[in-house]
């Protein structure tokens, strides 16, 4: 992929198919989360994942951060995502 200096700069090839004719964007965030036990941790590791620093605030003790990225686009119901993950 090209290199961008933000979302808006996306390129059309890097949109979800279902997008295609409607208003869209990408958007970020950044997920801190505290797993429950090890399998719930096992779940919710993604290739980003790191335990959390703090730099957000305080956190409990045991939490983790990943980023996250997701599609918004607007349908005639309104805006929807189709889910969000760890890059496009």
């Known amino acids: 992929m ?6 808006a700069d996306m ?5 979800p198919e279902q997008s295609e004719r409607h208003a869209r964007f990408w958007f970020s965030y950044t997920r801190i989360f ?10 919710q ?18 939490a983790y951060e990943n980023f996250q990225v997701g599609v918004l686009y607007l349908t005639d119901e309104g805006w929807r995502c189709d889910g969000t ?3 496009p």
Do not use: F, I, L, Q
């Not at 390129?11 to 949109?15: A, G, I, Q, R, V």
């Open 2 to 7: 090209a290199d961008v200096d933000s979302w």
């Open 34 to 43: 505290v797993p429950e036990n090890e399998a719930a941790r096992s779940c």
């Open 45 to 62: 590791m993604a290739g980003n994942t790191v335990e959390y620093d703090g730099r957000y605030g305080e956190a409990p003790e045991g």
């Open 11 to 15: 390129p059309e090839t890097s949109y």
């Open 85 to 87: 993950g760890t890059g």
